[in-house]
């Protein structure tokens, strides 16, 4: 997508600054994320969110943020791509607000929609931006290890000063933590980070960037209601929508001059199996967080503060096999690494289908950190390998492949995982007390205005439905995680 050929050189005082700029906005990715995740029991209580709206709250940011990754890549290309990252942080902030004083589900489940297209601004500026500071193989390998640790470190943060907040404060102070790191980012940037686009005179495809848009968000709804549904006639419509807008947009690229997906990147065996392998990494990763944050104050009954307590190893589990498998890059190979990396996941997840509403809450934390040391070596190496591979001509839209991949994943995750563990929990409590049928948020509010008795059978009911609705889920986890791992190690045996 660009045109960049600086030579290879190694990187002074000021790039390693600037990287420390774009940690920020890296740092950002996951700490929204998994602050509302703690926050959705709240949010379901003083809202009176359903679980499908629920659901959207996070699938709205994930999805919309998808959909759009390729369409602000491609625009940073144009525009330059600090100043899509410092008006993005602008257009972040700014919705942020809007989002902490939402007054409906609604227009909350709105608003998240709009922070994941001003999101989509902030990592192919931040990955394309790393990749003009360090052009030198191995300290790219470290710098992109460091990014990618960030992403991780917020889930590590998240957690722990979200709960805090929740605990003091009303749910919408978790949507205002954001802000401080925008604005450091908007003063420091312009001083820190170099302006980097594409030459003058390339515009952006609108058909291509509607169809883009289209194709991604219609596949990701149609399968997240089969999940949650069966079969349902509008979401295989849905789906159908999708696949034709995706080949109809393939087919745009190829005819194209200046596509806005290089699809020529694709023909390289390692940039391809990189992708699939980061898509589906963080697909599971995601999926089961989303899934552990409704356990662990749900069914074990903690405040958000100490179910982000009892998150943080496995989240330091992301970030000390994101920062080692730079150094441990050097002497095996990175398809093993990353090939074995997924097999270790896949034990944790294993775990987990075991655990039920007794289960000793450290069993469920070491899964979590045998799933989130596995996945971070996978992250970080996936993401190097595909921006290692393109050429430097076309290193922005592998920068754009590589920030849209887990972004897509993750949302698919979240709607697939979440939906299969939604429509389990249904099945389960068939017959039960409406609203507590449709969601365990609902069944704890029920049951709180119930007599004893029937308020510990509801409770009993629904937490253990719920768990083996989880338990579901992080099989179909283990096992996708095993086929990926395999294939990797047959795929990249050699790189």
Known sequence: MTTDTTASRAAGRREWLGLAVLVLPALLASLELTITHLALPAIGRDLGASSTQLLWIVDG?????????????????RIGRRRLLLGGAVAFSVLSVAAAYA?????????????????ATLMPSVLALTTALFTEPRQRTQAVGIV????????AIGPLVGGWLLDHFWWGSAFLLPIPLMLVLVVVGP??????????GRRLDLPSAALSIAAVLAIVYGLKQVAAAGSDPSAFAAIVAGVVCATIFIRRQRRLADPLVDLGLFTRPEFTTATVTLLLG???????????????????????????????PAALGVIVGSLGATRLARKVSAGRIIGGGLLLSSVGFVII???????????????????SAGLGPTMALATDLMVGSAPAGRAGAASAIASTAPQLGGGLGIAILGSIITAGYRAKMQGTTSPADDNLTAAVATAAH???TEAAALLTAARSAYTEAFALSALAAAALTVLTGISVLLILRRR
Not at 66 to 77: C, Y
Not at 148 to 155: D, K, L
Not at 285 to 312: E, K, M, S
Not at 353 to 371: S, Y
């Open 61 to 77: 940011y994930a999805f919309l943020l998808a959909g759009t990754l390729i369409v602000m890549g491609a625009l940073g290309d």
């Open 103 to 119: 007054p409906t589900a609604e227009v909350l489940v709105a608003v998240r929609a709009l922070l994941g297209i001003a999101g």
């Open 148 to 155: 990618i640790a960030a992403v991780s470190a917020g889930t």
């Open 191 to 200: 001083a820190t980070l170099p302006e980097c686009k594409a030459p003058t």
């Open 282 to 312: 963080i697909f599971v990763l995601w999926g089961t967080n989303y899934a552990v944050a409704q356990y662990l104050q749900l069914v074990a009954g903690l405040d958000p503060l100490t179910a982000g307590l009892w998150t943080a």
């Open 353 to 371: 289908t075991w655990i039920d509403p007794a289960t000793p809450l450290p069993v469920l934390t070491g899964a979590m950190i045998l799933v």
């Open 450 to 452: 119930l007599p004893a």
